[in-house]
C-alpha cells in the first residue's frame, strides 16, 4: 500500500503540487534523498517476503495448537520452534504477521477515509458543524483509547474474533487523522490559488475533491500509515490485556501467551523474540514511511513532529 | 490569569469527567441487556461463604439499575455514584470495595508514571535543544537514530527485551513486582531501596522509549527559533551564547513542546498500563488485567473512571500554567 502511495507525485505531472513530471528514475533519485521513506519501504518489503516465503513453505494448520510437539527450540523441522501449547511458531509468524497487520489496514483506512470527511467538511464550511467536531475530537483525543476499547471490548459476549476487533478498533481510529487533517485543511484554504477557484464560482465540494483533495494526497499518505501504525498498536495492546481473539494466531496473541507462561524468565527465547523483532521491524518502518511520506508533503518544513 | 480563561479550562474538566462517566453507563449497555448484571448473577449463583453478600449486591444493583426504573433514572443514580467515587464492591474479590482495591494501586502508578513522564521530556527536550543549536556533540548526533526506532516501539516491547537481558541473563535487576514478596510496604530504607530497584527496568523501558520524540520536536523548535529576530538580535547584542541558549532559544521553544505534553498524556497511561502488565508492577495496569480476566466490571469501570478524571487534572494543571509560561495566552480569546 505504500508504494501505490509514494509513487503518485513523481509519476504523475500535477502542476499544482510542484513536483516535477518525471519517470521511474527520478522516483529512484528521490528516494536517494529521502533515505527515511527507502529504508522504510524495505523494512515493509521484508516483511513481505518473510510472508510470502512463508506461506509457501509453512502449514497453516500447525500455527494451532497440539499440532507439533510443544516447547521445542528451533531446529530443521520448526525453524522458529514450537510454544507451550505445541504450535509451530515459524507457522504462527506467517499466519500472524498478515492478520495483525490486516486490523491495523481496516482500522486505519476507516480512520482516514472517515477522518479526512469530517476534517475537510469541518474545515472548510466552519461554524458551528465545526466547533461541534473540534470539540468532540478534542475531548476524545484526551481520553486514553484504550480504555474505552476495553469497556467495548469486555462487553463483547464470548471473546471477540479477529473481524469483531478490527471494528472495534476502528471505532477510535478517526479522531487523531480528524485533528490533524482538519488543521492542515485551515491552512490550506488560505492559498491563492482555493481563494481564486471560490472566487472564479467553483462550489463547496468541488473545491474539495479538485483543488483541496489532490493537494493534500501526500500528507494524507502519511497519515494512514499513522493510523495503520496506532491500529496495530491498538490491537496489540487489548490482546496483550487478555481482551484479544483467543483462537487467533495473532502478532498480540502470540505475545499475550508469552506473557502468560512467562516465557522469558523460564529461558524459552524462540518463543518471544520472533514476535517481538516482527512487531519492531513493522512498527519502525511504518514510522520511517511516516517520516518519508511527511517530507513529501512538506519538504520545506520539518518542524512539526 | 483571567477568570475567563480558568473558568473554561475547569468547565472542560468537567466535561471531561462528565464523559468518562457516560461512556462507562451506556457502553456496556449498547448491546441491549446488561452484561453487568449477568455477569453478577453468575458470580452469585457460584455460591461459596461470601454468597449472601453476592445476593445483596445483586438486589441492590436491581434496585438501581433494574429495568423497572426508566433510562434516565438509572443514569442519574450511576453518574451521582461515580462523583462520590462509589464503584460499588469488586466482583471477583467480593468482600472488598472497588475503591479500596484503587486507592491501593494507585500510587504506585502515579509515582512511576510522573517520574518517567516528566524525566523523560526534560532529558529529551535538553537533548533536542543542544541537537537544534549549532555545534552540537557529534556523540549525539549518533544517539539520535536510534532513539527514534526505539520511539516506534510500544514501551511494552522494549520492556520485554529489557527483562531478558538485564533482570534475566545480567540479574542485575528483580524480574517483576514492585518489592520483594514476602515483604511488607513500610517507609523503612531498606524497603525504599527495593522499591527503587524494581522501578528501575519498567521507568527505563518508558524513558529511552520517549526520550526520541521529545528530542525530535524540540530540535525542529530549536531550529525554528535560531532563526528567530529577537535571537539574531542578542547575537548582535553581544549576550553570552549560553544566555542566548537558555534564556532566548530554549524558553520559548519550551511552548509547543508543553502542548505536546498535554496532548501526550493519554498515550503514556495507556503505554505504562501495558507496562505494568509486563513487568506486574503493582500499580493500577496490574490491577486493570487482573480484573479483566475476572471479568470484574465495576473494578474496570472504576478503574477507567479514575484514570480518565486523572489525565483531566493533569491536562488542568498543565493548562494552568501555560500562561505563566506564555503570557500571551491570556490577552487572547483562548
Request: charged share 15%; net charge positive.
Amino acid at each position: 500500500m505504500s508504494t501505490a502511495v509514494q509513487a503518485r507525485p513523481a509519476d504523475r505531472p500535477r502542476p499544482a503540487t510542484g513536483v516535477r513530471a518525471g519517470a521511474v528514475g527520478a522516483a529512484l533519485g528521490y528516494l536517494r534523498r529521502n533515505p527515511a521513506l527507502l529504508i522504510g519501504a524495505l523494512f515493509l518489503f521484508a516483511l513481505f517476503l518473510f510472508v510470502a516465503v512463508g506461506k509457501l513453505t509453512a502449514d497453516a494448520e500447525e500455527a494451532r495448537p497440539l499440532s507439533v510437539r510443544s516447547l521445542q527450540p528451533p531446529s530443521s523441522e520448526l525453524p522458529f520452534g514450537s510454544d507451550k501449547q505445541g504450535r509451530n511458531l515459524y507457522a504462527v509468524m506467517v499466519e500472524g504477521t498478515p492478520l495483525t497487520l490486516r486490523i491495523g489496514l481496516i482500522a486505519g483506512v476507516f480512520g482516514v477515509v472517515f477522518g479526512s470527511v469530517l476534517a475537510f467538511v469541518s474545515a472548510y464550511y466552519g461554524g458551528l458543524l465545526d466547533a461541534a467536531i473540534k470539540g468532540v475530537v478534542d475531548v476524545g483525543l484526551t481520553i486514553p483509547g484504550l480504555l474505552i476499547l476495553i469497556i467495548i471490548a469486555m462487553n463483547v459476549r464470548g471473546g471477540l474474533t479477529v473481524n469483531q476487533m478490527t471494528v472495534v478498533v476502528a471505532v477510535l481510529a478517526w479522531l487523531y487523522p480528524a485533528r490533524t487533517i482538519r488543521a492542515q485543511v485551515l491552512t490550506l484554504k488560505q492559498r491563492g490559488y482555493v481563494q481564486i477557484a471560490r472566487l472564479s464560482g467553483m462550489g463547496g465540494p468541488e473545491v474539495i475533491f479538485r483543488e483541496l483533495l489532490p493537494n493534500l494526497l501526500p500528507y494524507l499518505g502519511a497519515s494512514l500509515v499513522g493510523s495503520v501504525s496506532a491500529g496495530v498498536l491498538a490491537a496489540i495492546g487489548l490482546e496483550l490485556l487478555g481482551l484479544g481473539p483467543f483462537e487467533a494466531p495473532t502478532l498480540g496473541m502470540t505475545l499475550y501467551w508469552v506473557n502468560y507462561n512467562a516465557a522469558i524468565i523460564n529461558g524459552w527465547w524462540w518463543w518471544w523474540v520472533p514476535p517481538i523483532v516482527v512487531i519492531a521491524v513493522l512498527f519502525i518502518g511504518l514510522f520511517l514511511v511516516a517520516v518519508g511520506l511527511d517530507e513529501i508533503a512538506n519538504p520545506r518544513i520539518r518542524n512539526r513532529a | 490569569m483571567q477568570p475567563a480563561y480558568v473558568a473554561k479550562r475547569f468547565g472542560v474538566f468537567l466535561l471531561i469527567v462528565w464523559v468518562a462517566g457516560t461512556i462507562n453507563f451506556f457502553l456496556p449497555r449498547l448491546g441491549g441487556s446488561d452484561p453487568v448484571r449477568d455477569r453478577l448473577v453468575a458470580q452469585a449463583a457460584l455460591g461459596g461463604s461470601v454468597q449472601a453478600g453476592m445476593e445483596d449486591m445483586v438486589a441492590e444493583y436491581n434496585e438501581k439499575f433494574g429495568l423497572e426504573r426508566p433510562l434516565w433514572q438509572q443514569y442519574v443514580t450511576y453518574v451521582g455514584d461515580m462523583l462520590r467515587l462509589d464503584f460499588n464492591y469488586s466482583i471477583a474479590n467480593y468482600p472488598a470495595k472497588v475503591i479500596d482495591i484503587i486507592r491501593e494501586a494507585l500510587p504506585w502508578t502515579l509515582a512511576l508514571l510522573t517520574t518517567t513522564t516528566l524525566l523523560s521530556w526534560v532529558i529529551g527536550g535538553l537533548l533536542g535543544a543542544v541537537l537544534g543549536w549549532p555545534r552540537s556533540p557529534r556523540i549525539l548526533q549518533y544517539l539520535m537514530p536510534p532513539l527514534l526506532a526505539l520511539n516506534a516501539i510500544p514501551f511494552f516491547l522494549f520492556g520485554l527485551v529489557l527483562i531478558y537481558l538485564l533482570a534475566f541473563r545480567l540479574r542485575a535487576f528483580p524480574l517483576s513486582g514492585g518489592y520483594q514478596s514476602g515483604t511488607f510496604p513500610a517507609f523503612t530504607p531498606s524497603f525504599v531501596w527495593d522499591v527503587l530497584q524494581h522501578a528501575v527496568l519498567p521507568a527505563l523501558s518508558i524513558i529511552l522509549v520517549s526520550i526520541g520524540g521529545w528530542a525530535l520536536g524540540m530540535r525542529a523548535m530549536m531550529v525554528t527559533t535560531r532563526g528567530e529576530d529577537y535571537v539574531t538580535f542578542a547575537d548582535a547584542k553581544g549576550l553570552k551564547e549560553r544566555t542566548i541558549f537558555f534564556r532566548y532559544a530554549i524558553r520559548n521553544a519550551l511552548l509547543p513542546q508543553t502542548t505536546a505534553l498535554a496532548l501526550a498524556l493519554g498515550q503514556m497511561i495507556s503505554g505504562a498500563v501495558l507496562v505494568e502488565v509486563v513487568f506486574s508492577y503493582p500499580g493500577i495496569g496490574t490491577v486493570l488485567f487482573n480484573a479483566i480476566r475476572g471479568s470484574d466490571f465495576f473494578l474496570v469501570q472504576g478503574i477507567v473512571f479514575i484514570i480518565i478524571v486523572s489525565i483531566g487534572i493533569a491536562t488542568l494543571i498543565l493548562d494552568l500554567i501555560y500562561p505563566i509560561l506564555d503570557p500571551r495566552i491570556t490577552y487572547r480569546r483562548a
